[in-house]
């Protein structure tokens, strides 16, 4: 790809200054529009794409202020630097004031003003990679991009449509990998706080002792080490959206900070004395069950009633087996095979038991898993025997173990018997979590039976 060429614009009623100017800026990757007079140069912002303004201050037909006015309203990446006499400096002062990039005073030195425009330049590229990543990260982000078909997905991801707009503070609630972030990160960029920043915070990957500091910054001196001031994360983040990720791991003194800023929309840096005010709309996440943690003393009910004024659950993805083939196809596209093409996909009977296994770590193990076969794969198709052993039901493992035993030198029925259905008591013990109701229920026993059952086989649990 042939590099853009940036544009300069040079506005300058003096002809001598402004053939000195065009010869010094005289590149070829720059491309320079030359104005005498106000007018002409708020003419040339209107009809081309500026990247830098360098005008007069004092001209016929529209001052440097009206330039530069015109220039930030038109043009939102475009720099402006001023051009003035002694006389005028205070005037100068009052444009930066405005937005000026900067100012220089005439007589001045050809090399000093080369400078500053090429200091103005990388500003402005910054600016317009900056603006490009944004427009990218909104069309990621937007909600038809965001992958699902199940009925709970659908009902989860319309509720965030809806809220997404307002500026409440939102709870997300669900297990690990259920893709919290993603949504945090959709309902940012489909709020009128897009053009802000989004301020990630994973609680639980920082060291208690530090969080506060990280949330809040802190000033020179506040502790040991502490040799200059830091800006914190809700600073940061000031107009625009803060993330609190895990937020059920955080220290219980921290949460009542936490509080204060839903409350009152202030903090104070550690070490300081001023409170600083901030604009700051707050999502938090966790996987815990809040109200259990507040029965147990770890979490205070009155940040939760702060938290959960609007709550969205995320399904984990057993509940949501209608999505495993799209979301596998999608990150099948995501990582190419080392030759740059794309792998084929599973087969059917391995792709039965993706969507027959339970996800514990849910989208991210998903991910994880597609990742990896697509490093090991020869062919770019991925059968059943490509599954990790955990995928594979045990009653399959164990009957393709007695097949070979068959083979080699026969086997002991009873006890190939008997095996196998211990193998399915502890399986149905292990999805139930432990609760022998359930487990009944999944092996199509009464729970009396179960219990007669494990008293009789000694078995004790998964």
């Not at 038109?74 to 051009?83: D, Q």
């Not at 030195?109 to 427009?135: P, Q, S, Y």
Request: with cysteine.
């Amino acid at each position: 790809m042939i590099p853009m060429r940036k544009s300069l614009l040079i506005a300058e009623d003096d002809e001598n200054i402004l053939e000195l100017l065009l010869s010094a800026f005289s590149q070829p990757d720059l491309r320079v529009h030359p104005a005498r007079s106000g007018a002409e140069a708020i003419a040339l912002i209107d009809q081309n794409d500026i990247d830098v303004v360098l005008t007069d201050l004092v001209m016929p037909g529209g001052d440097g202020i009206a330039v530069l006015s015109h220039a930030k309203k038109t043009l939102v990446h475009c720099e402006v630097i001023l051009m003035t006499g002694y006389g005028t400096v205070e005037n100068a002062v009052q444009a930066m004031k405005l937005g000026a990039f900067h100012y220089i005073t005439k007589p001045f030195k050809v090399l000093e003003v080369v400078h500053l425009v090429d200091r103005a330049l990388e500003m402005t590229g910054v600016k317009k990679e900056n603006i490009h990543l944004k427009r990218q990260a909104v069309g990621r982000y937007r909600f038809e991009n965001i992958i699902g078909i199940s009925e709970s997905f659908r009902e989860m991801l319309s509720l965030v449509s809806k809220v997404a707009g307002s500026d409440s503070t939102i709870l997300l609630l669900g297990e690990s990998g259920t893709g919290k972030e993603l949504i945090a990160r959709a309902i940012h960029y489909n709020s009128s706080r897009a053009d802000r920043i989004l301020v990630p915070v994973n609680c639980s990957a920082i060291p208690g002792e530090l969080l506060e500091s990280e949330l809040f910054g802190h000033t020179r001196g506040a502790f040991t080490g502490a040799h200059t001031a830091r800006t914190g994360r809700f600073e940061e983040a000031h107009r625009g959206t803060i993330f609190l990720d895990e937020i059920g791991e955080m220290s219980p003194p921290l949460q009542a900070k936490i509080l204060r800023v839903l409350q009152e929309q202030s903090f104070t840096p550690v070490g300081g004395t001023k409170a600083v005010d901030v604009d700051v709309r707050v999502i938090a996440a966790t996987n815990k069950d809040l109200e259990k943690e507040i029965s147990a003393g770890r979490f205070r009910q009155d940040l939760y009633f702060r938290l959960n004024v609007i709550p969205i659950h995320l399904p984990p993805l057993r509940e949501r087996t209608e999505d495993i083939p799209i979301l596998a196809d999608h990150f099948l596209g995501k990582y190419p095979r080392g030759d740059g093409r794309r792998a084929h996909g599973f087969r059917p009977d391995a792709m039965e038991l993706l969507e027959r296994y339970p996800w514990p770590g849910n989208v991210r193990e998903l991910e994880n898993l597609v990742e990896r076969l697509v490093v090991l794969s020869r062919d770019g198709w991925f059968e059943r025997k490509d599954l990790p052993p955990a995928m594979i039901p045990r009653e399959d493992r164990a009957g393709g173990k007695a097949a070979e035993k068959l083979r080699v030198g026969g086997i002991d029925l009873r006890k190939a018997r008997e095996d196998f259905e211990n193998g399915l008591i502890r399986e149905a013990l292990s999805l139930s979590g432990g609760n022998r109701n359930r487990a009944a229920a999944l092996l199509g026993l009464k729970r009396t039976t179960l219990l007669e059952m494990l008293k009789r086989k000694k078995l004790h649990g998964p």
